[in-house]
């Protein structure tokens, strides 16, 4: 069964870093593309990053230059290094565990979400 | 940058056809997906690759997607559909979320 697992998330005050965890299980990590979304508080699903097979990564502009992306293949688990963060980047922050290939995409599982706050 | 966008709000009756868009440039010419999200709870693809439903997913959901326009359609909506909906498309490797579509059944 495929289980993803968040954890890392908080209350951290501006300009400050947050490094998030997405355990994996039931499948292999390196052998997908992952994803993160947020979530901001009554707001819609905004994409934040990817990390293909090949370790290629991609970022939103809203986070680019700011977080990044890996993973550990031995642990089987997804990160998010979140630094110089900033009010607008309080949300739930989701891992989504990606299907398809080639142009066909999507995001076929997902975590149960953590909470990231930004505030002083 | 990429953008999709939908309707904020649809209603339906129970046991009528809900019908939900998500426009794009030219996003007949890319695969779309779609996730509902009920409140409280993780999103959920109900559509992926314009027109296939995962496992699990009831046939009352279907997609098609030509031209600017993907459209999400319930058929025989039923109260537990009551959810907000996201399309979804990937731009030159990075994802894009529709605005997000509230779907109320009356």
């Known amino acids: 069964e495929v289980q993803l697992v968040e954890s890392g998330g908080g209350l951290v005050q501006p300009g400050g870093s947050l490094r998030l965890s997405c355990a994996a299980s039931?499948?292999?990590?390196?052998?997908?593309?992952m994803s993160w979304v947020r979530q901001a508080p009554g707001k819609g699903l905004e994409w934040v990053s990817v990390?293909?097979?090949?370790?290629?990564?991609y970022y939103a502009d809203s986070v680019k230059g700011r977080f990044t992306i890996s993973r550990d293949n031995s642990k089987n688990t997804l990160y998010l290094q979140m630094n110089s963060l900033r009010a607008e980047d309080t949300a739930v922050y989701y891992c989504?565990?990606?299907?398809?290939?080639?142009?066909?995409?999507?995001?076929?599982?997902w975590g149960q979400g953590t909470l990231v706050t930004v505030s002083s | 940058s990429y953008e999709l966008t939908q309707p904020p709000s649809v209603s339906v009756s129970p046991g009528q056809t809900a019908s939900i868009t998500c426009s794009g440039d030219?996003?007949?010419?890319?695969?779309a997906s779609w996730y509902h999200q009920k409140p409280g709870q993780s999103p959920v693809l109900v559509i992926y690759?314009?027109?296939k439903r995962p496992s699990g997913i009831p046939e009352r959901f279907s997609g098609s997607n030509s031209g600017n326009t993907a459209t999400l359609t319930i058929s025989g909506t039923q109260a537990m559909d009551e959810a907000d909906y996201y399309c979804?498309?990937?731009?030159?490797?990075?994802?894009?979320f529709g605005t997000g579509t509230k779907v109320t059944v009356l």
């Open positions: 030219k996003l007949g010419d890319k695969y």
């Open positions: 979804q498309a990937w731009d030159s490797s990075r994802g894009v």
């Open positions: 690759q314009d027109s």
């Open positions: 039931g499948f292999t990590v390196s052998s997908n593309y």
């Open positions: 989504a565990r990606g299907g398809g290939s080639g142009s066909n995409l999507f995001l076929d599982y």
């Open positions: 990390i293909y097979s090949g370790g290629s990564t």
